[in-house]
């Protein structure tokens, strides 16, 4: 996975747009966008192993892509696989930052 500024370097001249639209295109390689035409095709997607394997697909081959980091949902979906609802704390960065006992408390 890519850290800090040199994320924007592998990726040459591209533009914002461009490295947004790559990891679109990426995304619907792996099976994560599909051409949705109909709303109940969606809704059976939503949570199922068909989406649970695109993403690990995703995750496997593509895993520095700007979009599909902001897929929290997914992403806290697997954690809550392997741990208890009880054990997972999610903070906002905002809250985070105002909050500096929260960050003691956390370990960070």
Not at 15 to 22: A, P, Q
Not at 59 to 88: C, S
Request: aromatic fraction near 12%; charged fraction near 30%.
């Amino acid at each position: 996975m890519m850290k800090g500024k040199g994320q924007l370097k592998k990726y040459g001249q591209l533009t914002y747009d461009e490295i947004v639209k790559l990891d679109l295109d990426r995304m619907q390689e792996a099976g994560l966008i599909k051409d949705w035409n109909k709303t109940v095709a969606f809704k059976k997607f939503i949570n199922s192993d068909r989406e649970a394997q695109a993403w690990l697909e995703y995750q496997t081959h593509m895993y520095d892509g700007f979009v599909a980091r902001g897929l929290y949902d997914l992403q806290i979906r697997n954690w809550m696989k392997h741990f208890p609802a009880e054990d997972i704390l999610v903070v906002k960065n905002s809250a985070l930052r105002n909050t500096p006992e929260l960050e003691q408390n956390c370990g960070l």
